[in-house]
């Protein structure tokens, strides 16, 4: 059975962060096929070229720009190219994240502890500083959060106090955003990519994730996508300041 994709985004321009491969590819893709007109980045240009090709390999409308989101200039420039080109930002997803360290939290360096920052919460905020004058009203900013914002796993525990953090700027950005602009979150449960290839990697591992769901199953970069495009979509034009958490069941409270 093929899924019938709308148009929700017809005339619309994205930018998604970190969008060369796994979630972010794929909520590329999907804002995509609905019509918008898609801004790739990723650090490697590389990548983007190869993300860009094969979407427009698909008859997709997308461009790509380089951006470390912890780089001011690359910041800028994400932005400058995707208004240069298009003239406006209608939707703005913040994928971009790190883990650069399984240590226990009383062990970790505090350079690391800089890198996660950085990279996780600050970067979000610098970008979206950067974008917020180019947003247009009915705009949507979605955050993509995770499972472990709600409880920190270990090897990952500083990572899910970072995405415990992005829980709090949608609430607060929902607020200062208002009302032209919705912000709201996403929060991935175990997803096989690159990312969380320690995942895959072992059957295990693997299986102990899956029997954590309801639904006895990994989540696909594909489910994230449908999420995304749901809040960033005018079907969620009365929702703003949450967080849709899509893991399969996984028990999920602060």
Not at 54 to 83: F, W
Not at 105 to 130: C, F
Not at 181 to 193: E, Q, Y
Not at 199 to 219: C, F, N, S, Y
Request: positive net charge.
């Amino acid at each position: 059975m093929t899924k019938k994709i709308g148009r929700r985004f017809e005339g619309k321009v994205a930018i998604v962060t970190a969008s060369t491969q796994g979630i972010g590819f794929a909520i590329a893709h999907r804002l995509a096929l609905e019509g918008a007109s898609v801004v790739i980045s990723s650090r490697k240009q590389k990548n983007v070229d190869e993300a860009v090709e094969k979407l427009k390999n698909k008859g997709l409308e997308v461009s790509g720009v380089v951006c470390h989101v912890s780089n001011a200039q690359h910041r800028k420039d994400l932005i400058q190219k995707t208004v240069d080109k298009y003239g406006k930002i209608d939707v703005f997803v913040s994928n971009a994240a790190v883990n650069p360290s399984v240590d226990p939290a009383l062990r970790i360096q505090e350079s690391v502890l800089d890198k996660l920052w950085e990279t996780n919460v600050k970067a979000t905020v610098l970008l979206l500083q950067e974008a917020a004058p180019h947003l247009q009203k009915g705009s949507s900013i979605v955050f993509i959060s995770s499972i472990a914002a709600y409880n920190p796993q270990p090897a990952m525990f500083m990572y899910g106090v970072t995405k415990t953090a992005l829980l709090g700027l949608t609430k607060a950005l929902a607020t200062e955003m208002a009302p032209d602009t919705r912000v709201n979150a996403v929060a991935p449960g175990f997803v096989p990519t690159n990312f969380a290839a320690y995942i895959t990697k072992d059957e295990a591992v693997r299986k102990v994730a899956e029997e954590k769901t309801l639904l006895h199953r990994l989540g696909t970069p594909e489910d994230m996508a449908a999420a995304v495009a749901f809040l960033a979509s005018d079907d969620a034009c009365y929702i703003t300041g949450e967080t849709l958490i899509v893991a399969g069941g996984i028990p999920s409270r602060l």
